[in-house]
């Protein structure tokens, strides 16, 4: 196998760039229009961005040192950056979710006045931002773990800035102050369950578990098929970095079989069937299993 280990995310740098300026633009006129309307609402909008910004420059940060080529102490590069990248937005956001509810809370007994008007036009300008943002992401995010995170971290404030137009509708109309604290606990309760399922994938790359739609029994009986293999042990398959999956195993390899045929075989069968480029085999007689065995014992 070549030793070129290529990064999803890399190849959409450009989306991701223009994505983190739009954000920082939406931060900028989001933060101003919360100080000046007295809104939470947005303010809370305001502090996802951050947490936008932040984590998409993470994300180009780990990018960068992801096209760092291997070396002999790190034979795989700085490809698991991106993988700490993705724990390090979910964290993040968790706190940043916990921060708007006790502000959210304190606001319910006791509403200050907010200018809805410009609330409102604020986060309209969001909205069209984060449409922009979601638009130029939701292809890319199919492929990398840090590409979705942004496109959730995203779509978390699209849903946040729709909130804020509710609310700065409602207290328009109605003149009930406290929409603004309930779009703020809506905002924080729309950023958990995406950050906690985006925590728990990065973690379980981390542990190196068995990759998303990978059937370890199909592969097995995959390899048992292969011509010249009479049976397959300590068989592992775990994740780099997102888009690249690596397996390893140790095949027992019947008496006469062609070895160079039978690895052959297994290369192709894992490349076509399970789009796995990256796989160590270890052939061995059925007398070195038993020493293997032995070994363990």
């Given at each position: 196998?070549?030793?070129?280990?290529?990064?999803?995310?890399?190849?959409?740098?450009?989306?991701?760039?223009?994505?983190?300026?739009?954000?920082?633009?939406?931060?900028?006129?989001?933060?101003?229009?919360?100080?000046?309307?007295?809104?939470?609402?947005?303010?809370?909008?305001?502090?996802?961005?951050?947490?936008?910004?932040?984590?998409?420059?993470?994300?180009?940060?780990?990018?960068?040192?992801?096209?760092?080529?291997?070396?002999?102490?790190?034979?795989?590069?700085?490809?698991?950056?991106?993988?700490?990248?993705?724990?390090?937005?979910?964290?993040?956001?968790?706190?940043?979710?916990?921060?708007?509810?006790?502000?959210?809370?304190?606001?319910?007994?006791?509403?200050?006045?907010?200018?809805?008007?410009?609330?409102?036009?604020?986060?309209?300008?969001?909205?069209?931002?984060?449409?922009?943002?979601?638009?130029?992401?939701?292809?890319?995010?199919?492929?990398?773990?840090?590409?979705?995170?942004?496109?959730?971290?995203?779509?978390?404030?699209?849903?946040?800035?729709?909130?804020?137009?509710?609310?700065?509708?409602?207290?328009?109309?109605?003149?009930?102050?406290?929409?603004?604290?309930?779009?703020?606990?809506?905002?924080?309760?729309l950023i958990l369950p995406r950050t906690w399922a985006l925590l728990k994938e990065a973690t379980d790359v981390l542990l190196e578990a068995t990759p998303k739609g990978i059937d370890m029994a199909h592969v097995r009986q995959h390899i048992l098929e292969a011509p010249g293999v009479i049976?397959?042990?300590?068989?592992?398959?775990?994740?780099?970095?997102?888009?690249?999956?690596?397996?390893?195993?140790?095949?027992?390899?019947?008496?006469?079989?062609?070895?160079?045929?039978?690895?052959?075989?297994?290369?192709?069968?894992?490349?076509?069937?399970?789009?796995?480029?990256?796989?160590?085999?270890?052939?061995?007689?059925?007398?070195?299993?038993?020493?293997?065995?032995?070994?363990?014992?």
């Amino acid at each position: 196998m070549p030793h070129s280990h290529g990064s999803a995310a890399a190849a959409n740098r450009n989306r991701l760039i223009a994505v983190l300026l739009l954000s920082v633009a939406v931060l900028a006129v989001e933060a101003v229009g919360a100080f000046a309307s007295n809104s939470l609402a947005l303010l809370a909008d305001a502090g996802h961005m951050l947490t936008d910004v932040s984590g998409i420059g993470l994300a180009l940060l780990a990018i960068s040192f992801a096209g760092r080529k291997p070396t002999v102490d790190r034979t795989f590069g700085y490809l698991r950056l991106e993988i700490l990248a993705a724990v390090a937005n979910a964290v993040l956001l968790f706190l940043v979710a916990t921060l708007i509810l006790v502000a959210a809370w304190q606001r319910l007994s006791s509403p200050p006045e907010v200018r809805s008007e410009l609330m409102l036009a604020v986060a309209l300008v969001g909205l069209a931002a984060n449409g922009v943002s979601l638009r130029l992401l939701h292809e890319a995010q199919r492929e990398s773990l840090n590409m979705r995170g942004a496109y959730l971290e995203v779509m978390g404030d699209f849903a946040g800035s729709a909130a804020v137009i509710v609310a700065a509708v409602v207290i328009t109309v109605t003149g009930w102050a406290q929409a603004d604290a309930v779009a703020s606990i809506l905002i924080a309760l729309l950023i958990l369950p995406r950050t906690w399922a985006l925590l728990k994938e990065a973690t379980d790359v981390l542990l190196e578990a068995t990759p998303k739609g990978i059937d370890m029994a199909h592969v097995r009986q995959h390899i048992l098929e292969a011509p010249g293999v009479i049976d397959c042990h300590d068989l592992h398959a775990w994740t780099i970095t997102s888009g690249m999956n690596v397996v390893s195993a140790h095949v027992t390899l019947a008496e006469g079989a062609d070895p160079a045929v039978t690895l052959d075989a297994l290369c192709v069968c894992l490349s076509d069937d399970f789009d796995i480029e990256h796989s160590t085999f270890q052939l061995e007689t059925a007398g070195r299993q038993r020493l293997e065995e032995r070994s363990h014992a």
